[in-house]
């Protein structure tokens, strides 16, 4: 009855992978498209009513990304009009939308990831692989929410005795200045206590073993077993042709229809996994629940 995020690490990132490897890779707008969906639905469903809406940072990025391309890429046989003796074509619109899309799927899934991948998770993917780039990468993902908070903590207490100000723009300054001195100041002493507390602890010492909570059970192989499929069928369609798609000079798409709904299909099962299995773990625990 596991969440989304509390299946095994390897299960969520093998999804994230076939995910964003088919989105960047591929530039089908079918598949760009299915992508975003799913990004947003899986958004929308493991954030619940505590995000209505904040989508207008996202459009306006899409509209930047889609209006900018025909102004420096005059490729395209259908032109639109001229701008300062530039053709703006159709097919360098669709181009920058599709690209737009690709962008913003890709903001939306690495967001969610970061969201649902804490430091042990990301420590149990890439410890084996290698301990130290591991270790670095958990820390700096530990160290953000501990640097603001500790800034906070700063520039409260600076305000409580009197020597944090915002009345003008030099004493805003003086007083961000500060802050970030006792910033500097407060990390290097952390770092040195981290260090010191690893090197108790016996890190770097050969033959040194690894311990971790994280298991993969019957429902992880299960769920790995549907994605490896998915992920198939839609490499099958793209070898054999079914989601060709290219804007230059003009439009043209695969021919084999069947090809092109298979892959679409498979792709739009793999995307909507996530938001899925969300759904299917609060269906059987509101189930449970009802029977107590």
């Not at 299915?34 to 509209?63: C, E, H, I, P, Q």
């Not at 961000?176 to 100041?185: C, D, H, P, Q, Y």
């Not at 206590?193 to 992880?220: H, P």
């Amino acid at each position: 009855m596991n969440r989304f995020e509390e299946y095994n690490p390897i299960t969520v990132a093998v999804i994230y992978l076939c995910i964003l490897g088919i989105s960047m890779f591929f530039i089908n707008p079918a598949l760009q498209i299915l992508s975003f969906l799913g990004a947003v639905s899986y958004d929308a469903v493991r954030r619940g009513k505590k995000r209505r809406g904040g989508y207008l940072w996202y459009l306006t990025l899409f509209l930047i990304l889609t209006f900018v391309n025909p102004l420096v890429s005059h490729n395209g046989v259908t032109v639109l009009f001229f701008l300062n003796n530039n053709a703006i074509t159709l097919e360098s619109i669709m181009f920058g939308a599709n690209s737009g899309i690709m962008i913003l799927a890709a903001i939306l899934w690495l967001r969610s990831f970061s969201d649902i991948t804490t430091s042990d998770r990301l420590l149990y993917l890439t410890g084996r692989l290698s301990p130290k780039i591991s270790l670095i990468l958990s820390m700096a993902i530990r160290y953000v929410p501990l640097f603001r908070k500790q800034a906070k903590k700063i520039e409260d207490g600076g305000k409580a005795i009197g020597i944090y100000t915002k009345d003008s723009i030099p004493g805003n300054i003086k007083s961000k200045l500060r802050v970030f001195s006792a910033m500097v100041t407060w990390a290097l002493e952390n770092g040195i206590i981290t260090a010191d507390s690893m090197s108790a602890r016996g890190y770097g010492l050969k033959r040194r073993t690894s311990f971790s909570v994280f298991k993969i059970n019957k429902e992880d192989v299960a769920v790995l077993l549907a994605v490896c499929l998915l992920f198939a069928g839609v490499m099958y369609a793209v070898l054999r042709g079914g989601l060709d798609f290219s804007f230059y000079p003009r439009v043209t798409t695969g021919k084999n229809a069947a090809l092109y709904i298979t892959g679409c299909i498979s792709y739009g099962l793999l995307v909507l996994s996530p938001a899925l299995l969300e759904i299917w773990s609060n269906i059987r625990w509101k189930y449970l629940i009802s029977k107590i």
